[in-house]
């Protein structure tokens, strides 16, 4: 086996236990509680005999790690069992909704990610000046408000003061192309304001790093031109640290969509969640949490790899 | 005993430089006093304003600002600025107690996990390690699940989301220090672990850890407004600066006072403690192993 090839498995392997981790810290977290879900089932006027029957059925008056494997095994199968409220599969009511987050995070993602790349490498050639003073000024003020403000001045300026769009978003709408349009602007808007601010920062920070180092004065002083200096000298190197910042990033773009996807009402996973908290639903938050968390260590996963490859050092064997 | 005299010259050197409270500079010093004033707002507004202030219906719903009620009204007619300021001990006060424990336990942790090494520290970092890999604002929505959103379940949800992010900083700060010849010597010299991790380490990742806090505020002060925006902060009739903005989000039609008012205040506070971070003596250091 390729040392590369051992290298990226293991970084997997690292990732599976991570997310095996966290599950168990999500199982903890949401089991062990004085009142359990059959209580939160019947109410207040159960009586303990219909109590204990139905803990039965749960499986809740089995010993905790067998309840903790009972639950993991549902979560791998696809078949983490049914809403609390609904009664419907929590598969059933992830399914309807996921497409509509993954599509919001695409369309984020893809105007996002190349934009902030763009920004910060502007800003990391020109640090010093006007440019990188006003980009770095505007993303610390971006960072230091919450999303819902962001998100609130877009509706205030966009909906109430121009009337150029509606303030609440319907999935509905997608159909054609100027209504997908609509519902899109404001959510991705909003979005790609806390996720470029992020991104653009930790781009700067990296292809600085490379653009002060000596080999970057020394090609330079040999008269590499300026645009290839940055691309083909200094870029292939951060390339690394640029992959985990984007990466790191996608932990914004998360709580940015749970913000966001409410405050719009935007029928995706986000929403589903937190009206699922709100109800203390916990079959559907368990796991709407993990798909989060497996989804956000993917991605850290993907950069590491691209770190990885983009790594000359780590290419070849030794 | 470790202020020696080289220590003492860099410091008044660099007061020389800075002009400003505590050598902060001019944006530094403004940043504390915007903080000095929202603290003395938290603890003093309650027994500052008057009960009437609170009445529903005192005045038009959302009227606009007007003279003695210079933010206008609420979505019950309350006085909208009564509101802002009287919400500033659940934001302020809250995010504060929540940080400074985040701080403190993630430090100790650090500490601890520095000067023992071996099993200690693999199974403390280890654990820190899948915290930190759960998003902070997931985080916040499993623990409001179970356990609910009582202020003091806030506090203590928000501090152990962030003690990992502590604990990474200042175990990464506290390893280099424990690895230098005069905690090596205190070491051969019989001292307890106890005297190691607060005589000899503590006192030399102290400023970092004092930046470290800062923005540990800073992400917390935004997480309880985000938590309290969706409904899942802290509850009425008690009221955050999110929870204002949640309340109030109607009056977006009628010109957003009501809104934009306890927007800007989370805004001004968190933007206060950046600039004071900024001009901390520790933040390179911090930045330095992050």
């Not at chain 1, 509905?172 to 602007?185: E, N, T």
């Not at chain 2, 930046?211 to 009739?237: E, K, M």
Request: glycine share 8%; net charge positive; proline share 6%.
């Amino acid at each position: 086996m390729s040392p590369l090839l051992r290298l990226i498995l293991q970084r997997l392997g690292l990732a599976l236990i991570s997310l095996l981790l966290v599950s168990v810290v999500v199982f903890l977290i949401t089991a062990v509680l004085p009142g359990d879900a059959a209580q939160e089932l019947l109410g207040q006027d159960a009586t303990p005999e219909t109590l204990a029957a139905l803990r039965t059925q749960m499986g809740l008056d089995q010993p905790l790690p067998l309840r903790y494997l009972h639950w993991l095994g549902g979560l791998v199968t696809g078949n983490p069992g049914r809403s609390l409220v609904s009664d419907a599969p929590v598969m059933e009511l992830i399914g309807n909704r996921l497409p509509n987050s993954l599509l919001l995070a695409a369309v984020t993602a893809v105007i996002a990610v190349p934009l902030a790349l763009l920004l910060g490498t502007l800003a990391a050639v020109f640090r010093g000046g006007w440019l990188d003073r006003l980009l770095n000024n505007g993303a610390v003020v971006l960072v230091s408000v919450p999303e819902f403000l962001i998100a609130t001045l877009a509706v205030l300026l966009l909906s109430v003061k121009l009337g150029w769009l509606p303030a609440l978003s319907y999935a509905s709408d997608i159909d054609s192309l100027s209504g997908a349009a609509r519902v899109f602007v404001m959510p991705v808007l909003t979005l790609c304001c806390v996720v470029v601010a992020q991104m653009m920062r930790m781009t700067r920070a990296a292809l600085a790093d490379q653009l002060d180092a000596p080999y970057i004065e020394m090609a330079r002083l040999k008269g590499v031109p300026p645009l290839r200096l940055v691309l083909r000298e200094a870029m292939p190197n951060a390339i690394g640290p640029i992959a985990n910042a984007v990466a790191l990033s996608t932990s914004y773009l998360l709580g940015g969509v749970i913000i966001v996807e409410t405050i719009f009402h935007y029928p995706g996973v986000a929403k589903l969640m937190v009206d699922g908290v709100s109800q203390r639903d916990m079959p559907l938050v368990q796991t709407c949490t993990m798909i989060f968390c497996a989804g956000y260590l993917l991605l850290v996963l993907i950069a590491d790899v691209i770190g990885i490859l983009a790594n000359p050092r780590l290419r070849h064997a030794r | 005993m470790n202020a020696s005299v080289p220590a003492r010259s860099a410091s008044a050197a660099s007061a020389r430089r800075r002009s400003g409270v505590f050598g902060l500079g001019v944006p530094g010093t403004l940043g504390l006093l915007v903080i000095l004033a929202w603290l003395l707002v938290a603890l003093a507004a309650p027994s500052w304003i008057s009960a009437g202030a609170q009445d529903i219906g005192g005045l038009p719903v959302f009227a606009p600002a007007q003279i003695g009620h210079w933010l206008g009204a609420d979505y019950l007619g309350r006085d909208m600025l009564a509101r802002v300021l009287l919400g500033a001990r659940y934001t302020v006060v809250v995010a504060l107690v929540a940080a400074v424990g985040a701080s403190a336990v993630g430090t100790g942790f650090a500490l601890l996990a520095a000067v023992s090494g071996g099993w200690l520290d693999t199974v403390l970092s280890r654990g820190m390690d899948t915290l930190i890999s759960i998003p902070s604002k997931l985080f916040a929505l499993i623990m409001v699940a179970a356990f609910g959103t009582s202020v003091p379940l806030l506090v203590t949800t928000a501090a152990v989301i962030y003690v990992p992010g502590a604990y990474r900083i200042a175990r990464a700060l506290a390893v280099n220090v424990a690895a230098l010849d005069y905690v090596v010597v205190a070491r051969t010299r019989g001292e307890s672990r106890w005297y190691l991790m607060l005589h000899e380490v503590l006192p030399n990742i102290a400023a970092p850890m004092l930046v470290d806090l800062g923005l540990r505020f800073v992400y917390v002060v935004l997480l309880l407004a985000s938590l309290s925006f969706l409904g899942l902060g802290v509850q009425p009739p008690a009221a955050d600066w999110g929870t204002l903005v949640r309340e109030n989000l109607g009056a977006l039609w009628e010109g957003g006072l009501a809104v934009v008012a306890p927007a800007l205040a989370i805004a001004t506070l968190t933007m206060a403690v950046n600039l004071v971070v900024d001009a901390l003596p520790g933040r390179d250091a911090r930045k330095a192993v992050r």
